[in-house]
């Protein structure tokens, strides 16, 4: 099956600077790319996604970007705030259906 | 209008035991899946649906694990003789449909401790 790592497990910014988030996937057949934003307590929430037909994706401060030949993809936050601490999932997909998820970043950003 | 609904959020349990945890997905959402998250871990796949049809069941543990959805929309994960080592926050998702990675939408979970 698929195995998706995901580094690093803790990252702690100031505010203002940037945050990157990287994750590698085993199955060249997965195609479909989600990142979660976990925040302490809550359920996890879909913040930005990429298909593999997509080498880069932006909203706003929130990027990924996705490199099929390497198997890697990478979210980027600009311009950190304090509310974007939290822990962070990537999760890979080939049906859509089953995905399976990193192990997660604690991201915090301090003030 | 409402989210993902589970039920109880909380269950304690004696080693033994069997325990029904319920999902209540969005209404209208063709798709339901069932994650076990371990303390500090991402979501871990146990099985989803399309319809009451069960498509995957591959990351269910073993079989004193089962998950139903007779009628298409609630769907209840059962884990039967209970075990200490199943003790673990229990989180079901649901998207309007599984092909072409449509967005899923997770609920609160269900911690469940076993003693």
């Known amino acids: 099956g698929e195995n998706v790592e995901q580094h690093p497990s803790t990252l702690s910014v100031q505010e203002g600077d940037s945050a990157v988030i990287k994750c590698t996937y085993s199955d060249s057949a997965s195609n479909y790319f989600p990142w979660y934003k976990q925040e302490l307590g809550k359920r996890p929430q879909l913040i930005i996604d990429?298909?593999?037909?997509?080498g880069e994706k932006k909203d706003q401060r929130i990027a990924v970007t996705l490199n099929k030949t390497a198997k890697h993809f990478s979210l980027h936050i600009t311009e950190t705030q304090p509310e974007d601490s939290a822990v962070y999932f990537c999760?890979?997909?080939?049906?859509?259906?089953?995905?399976?998820f990193g192990t997660g970043t604690s991201l915090t950003v301090i003030p | 209008g409402a989210g993902v609904s589970q039920s109880p959020r909380y269950k304690v349990t004696k080693r033994g035991q069997d325990v029904a945890l319920r999902c209540d997905p969005i209404?209208?959402?063709?798709?339901l899946y069932w994650y076990r998250q371990a303390l500090g871990q991402g979501p871990e796949f146990l099985t989803y649906f399309n319809y009451e049809a069960q498509q995957d069941k591959s990351g269910l543990p073993n079989d004193r694990f089962s998950a139903e959805r007779p009628e298409g929309s609630i769907s209840t994960l059962t884990i039967q003789r209970t075990e200490q080592r199943d003790s673990a926050m229990y989180r079901c998702?649901?998207?309007?449909?599984?092909?072409?990675?449509?967005?899923?939408?997770f609920g609160p979970g269900t911690r469940l401790l076993v003693l």
């Open positions: 209404s209208g959402h063709v798709s």
């Open positions: 990429i298909r593999s037909n997509v």
């Open positions: 998702a649901s998207s309007l449909r599984g092909t072409e990675g449509k967005t899923q939408y």
């Open positions: 999760a890979a997909s080939k049906t859509g259906n089953q995905f399976y």
